[in-house]
């Protein structure tokens, strides 16, 4: 039995969506054909490719996970080969995004157009993850690139420094905080402090006030960053962020704005993060030129009217 690009891509997909249902449904092919092809792959290669568990989806084994990048590259070849001879976008294919969830709607949509304009042959399918999931689907093969803050990221991932952020507090126009240029993290510690139940999310912003022998008064939780917006614009609470919208208003309409904290605190880098060696592949080696170029075109990202900056 010879080994087929058909085999390959069956593979990929099934490493990418993490099954045979969802990669037989995204290939609009059968499960049987997807698993006939796995199945013809692994007795090829004489070594199994994924762990299948039930209830839990199948995850690439360590040979897998090497195999597959292999076959990603030829792959990605054979499309390069036929859009040459098709005379169309030399940079074809699939490419699996991963993003930061409060990241996403401020940052993808840009980034993606200019990628489109330049490659339009290159079809990009878009995810968007919280901390817990980016690293692990970056591992398993079910991203092919992520743009993420450097936060609980393995350290054998290739990463892109994109643009660093300062942590700023988040405050109802009408708070008394507000008023004053700068704020301090003792002032803010007298409000109820509004944390986002997104992994490693709260802990981290916790961790920078224990940094200064500082814990808030009072916590309270909420599962999103616009929530989190929401609820601060209406004066439940105060927050601390990193993520700086343009927009200075809730969903609701209620207005917001941001104060820098007077007290020196790390930045945070956003990275563009990728196996290492898939670092230099033509997909992610023109995602990361897009993405260098939105984010450096705009040194404050975004501080504009939420906190009255320029």
């Given at each position: 039995?010879?080994?087929?690009?058909?085999?390959?891509?069956?593979?990929?997909?099934?490493?990418?969506?993490?099954?045979?249902?969802?990669?037989?449904?995204?290939?609009?092919?059968?499960?049987?054909?997807?698993?006939?092809?796995?199945?013809?792959?692994?007795?090829?290669?004489?070594?199994?490719?994924?762990?299948?568990?039930?209830?839990?989806?199948?995850?690439?084994?360590?040979?897998g996970r090497q195999a597959l990048a292999q076959a990603r590259r030829t792959v990605e070849a054979a499309m390069a080969l036929e859009g040459l001879a098709n005379g169309a976008d030399a940079l074809a294919g699939e490419l699996?995004?991963?993003?930061?969830?409060?990241?996403?709607?401020?940052?993808?949509?840009?980034?993606?157009?200019?990628?489109?304009?330049?490659?339009?042959?290159?079809?990009?399918?878009?995810?968007?993850?919280?901390?817990?999931?980016?690293?692990?689907?970056?591992?398993?093969?079910?991203?092919?690139?992520?743009?993420?803050?450097?936060?609980?990221?393995?350290?054998?991932?290739?990463?892109?420094?994109?643009?660093?952020?300062?942590?700023?507090?988040?405050?109802?126009?009408?708070?008394?905080?507000?008023?004053?240029?700068?704020?301090?993290?003792?002032?803010?510690?007298?409000?109820?402090?509004?944390?986002?139940?997104?992994?490693?999310?709260?802990?981290?912003?916790?961790?920078?006030?224990?940094?200064?022998?500082?814990?808030?008064?009072?916590?309270?939780?909420?599962?999103?960053?616009?929530?989190?917006?929401?609820?601060?614009?209406?004066?439940?609470?105060?927050?601390?962020?990193?993520?700086?919208?343009?927009?200075?208003?809730?969903?609701?309409?209620?207005?917001?704005?941001?104060?820098?904290?007077?007290?020196?605190?790390?930045?945070?880098?956003?990275?563009?993060?990728?196996?290492?060696?898939?670092?230099?592949?033509?997909?992610?080696?023109?995602?990361?030129?897009?993405?260098?170029?939105?984010?450096?075109?705009?040194?404050?990202?975004?501080?504009?009217?939420?906190?009255?900056?320029?």
């Amino acid at each position: 039995m010879k080994l087929t690009l058909r085999q390959l891509r069956y593979a990929l997909a099934v490493a990418r969506h993490g099954g045979i249902s969802a990669a037989a449904e995204r290939l609009n092919v059968s499960q049987p054909a997807v698993s006939a092809a796995v199945g013809e792959l692994e007795n090829i290669l004489g070594q199994a490719l994924f762990v299948r568990t039930r209830g839990a989806g199948m995850a690439t084994t360590p040979f897998g996970r090497q195999a597959l990048a292999q076959a990603r590259r030829t792959v990605e070849a054979a499309m390069a080969l036929e859009g040459l001879a098709n005379g169309a976008d030399a940079l074809a294919g699939e490419l699996a995004l991963g993003c930061f969830e409060d990241l996403a709607p401020y940052c993808l949509p840009p980034v993606l157009r200019a990628l489109r304009e330049r490659h339009p042959s290159l079809r990009v399918e878009v995810r968007e993850c919280g901390f817990d999931l980016i690293g692990p689907q970056l591992l398993q093969g079910g991203l092919d690139a992520a743009i993420s803050y450097d936060l609980a990221l393995p350290p054998t991932l290739a990463l892109t420094e994109l643009r660093t952020l300062a942590p700023h507090a988040l405050l109802a126009v009408d708070h008394p905080l507000a008023q004053t240029e700068k704020v301090m993290l003792k002032e803010l510690c007298e409000w109820p402090l509004l944390l986002t139940e997104q992994a490693h999310s709260g802990p981290h912003f916790l961790d920078l006030l224990r940094m200064h022998g500082l814990r808030p008064a009072r916590l309270e939780s909420v599962r999103s960053f616009e929530l989190q917006r929401g609820m601060v614009a209406h004066g439940l609470g105060v927050a601390i962020a990193y993520t700086r919208p343009s927009g200075d208003h809730s969903y609701d309409g209620r207005p917001l704005t941001l104060r820098p904290i007077a007290e020196p605190l790390p930045e945070q880098r956003i990275v563009l993060a990728c196996l290492r060696e898939r670092a230099e592949t033509p997909a992610i080696a023109a995602l990361r030129e897009r993405a260098l170029d939105w984010f450096s075109a705009r040194p404050a990202f975004g501080v504009g009217a939420a906190g009255n900056d320029t």
